[in-house]
């Protein structure tokens, strides 16, 4: 049997840890973590870090391995994933991805192009830029030299509007043509399982999913990450939204619906991004018996 990776993708809230467990249990494998918020071991309420009782299940990679503080990106996890996965295809014919970081799944895939450095003096052009005329003048020029990465790109995160505008003026390509998915050939094959459902379904999962994590101490957490806010790894829906609330911007009751209504905006974030890869099988997060026979078809062929 070849060395096959399935990856379990879907968007926030609709129950990949789960069913991610249920496929590694049935596999008798090892999963590997592709949220990006997931990696930081600081975070867990508010980026639904899997429970004790989940991770006692099945193994986990990649879940709290790094700080806050730490600098991390698609092409780093790149690296750190073939290096794992070459040696667990050593025990295993079959690993479990499982998140829904798109990015970091086309990374993980292959299928980003390496982006070159930049000269420093063009980001601190669009800096300046923002600091005066603001998000929507970043916002405006992200819109006229890539239209594409506009579409998916979160329109609040100033951070990588410039990070997409400074490769596009320092090497005259789009940012989106380097996740064209061309990328580097991968020795083992590629499974794409993704979960979705009717939104209006989706989005009553999520939220409620954000009314237990309130319940869970979302609020405490974030209080005691307030220092560290300009870590980017805080530029995350559930903190952000508290810190403006500790600064005394909104309400209490305000921030928890505006926690509800962004993580609703990521998830349809999320589902453009997919929107186009073709490789993907979509099934509904029920239809797990479904999914596990489309896994064994697929590694018999």
């Not at 459902?197 to 939220?207: A, G, P, Q, S, V």
Request: with cysteine.
């Amino acid at each position: 049997m070849n060395n096959t990776l399935v990856i379990l993708l879907g968007p926030t809230g609709i129950g990949k840890s789960d069913l991610g467990i249920d496929i590694a249990l049935h596999f008798n494998t090892e999963i590997i973590s592709c949220d990006s918020r997931q990696f930081y071991r600081e975070m867990s309420i508010g980026t639904a870090v899997p429970t004790e009782e989940q991770l006692g299940k099945v193994k986990h990679h990649f879940i709290r391995n790094i700080s806050i503080a730490d600098y991390y990106s698609a092409s780093r996890f790149e690296q750190d994933f073939i290096s794992l996965a070459s040696k667990l295809f050593t025990r295993y014919n079959i690993l479990v991805m499982v998140g829904g970081s798109g990015l970091y799944i086309d990374a993980a895939c292959g299928k980003i192009d390496q982006i070159p450095d930049v000269d420093p003096s063009i980001r601190e052009k669009y800096l300046r830029k923002f600091r005066k005329e603001g998000l929507g003048s970043i916002r405006s020029d992200l819109r006229l030299l890539d239209p594409d990465y506009y579409s998916i790109v979160d329109l609040k995160n100033h951070k990588r509007i410039i990070r997409a505008l400074e490769i596009c003026e320092s090497t005259g390509r789009p940012y989106s043509s380097f996740l064209e998915k061309k990328g580097t050939a991968r020795d083992f094959n590629i499974l794409k399982v993704g979960i979705s459902m009717e939104r209006h379904e989706l989005y009553r999962r999520i939220n409620k999913r954000v009314d237990r994590m309130i319940e869970e101490g979302l609020e405490k957490e974030a209080a005691e990450l307030l220092e560290h806010r300009n870590f980017n790894a805080l530029k995350t829906v559930g903190y952000q939204e508290f810190f403006r609330y500790f600064d005394g911007e909104i309400s209490r009751e305000k921030a928890i619906d505006l926690i509800k209504r962004n993580s609703r905006r990521y998830a349809k974030r999320q589902m453009t991004w997919w929107a186009r890869d073709y490789e993907i099988k979509w099934f509904h997060p029920e239809e797990k018996d479904e999914i596990i026979s489309y896994i064994e078809e697929a590694l018999t062929h």
